[in-house]
């Protein structure tokens, strides 16, 4: 019999707390209580007035689907 185990995510969020708040790396984590519980986006897309997000990734992926650019610099 193939069983396959999938370990939870380490890394735990203690002020949402639950399942839910379970994230995979330290850095996932850190990102997460940065904007959802510090307020901190210092990422800002130059085309929307208020569109603030926590990581790159996060304001490169806005910028592709939202204003569908191609390249991203």
């Known amino acids: 019999m193939n ?5 939870p995510a380490p890394y735990t969020c203690i ?3 639950g399942d839910s708040a379970r994230y995979p790396t330290s850095e996932e984590l850190e990102i997460h209580i ?4 510090l307020n901190y986006c210092p990422y800002e897309c130059e ?3 208020f569109a603030k997000f926590p990581t790159e990734f996060a304001l490169i992926s806005h910028c592709k689907s939202d204003h569908g650019l191609k390249e991203f610099f």
Not at 3 to 7: L, T, Y
Not at 34 to 37: F, G, L, P, T, V
């Open 34 to 37: 940065a904007s959802d519980h």
């Open 3 to 7: 069983h396959s185990h999938i370990s």
């Open 47 to 49: 085309r929307c007035r």
């Open 15 to 17: 002020e949402c707390g």
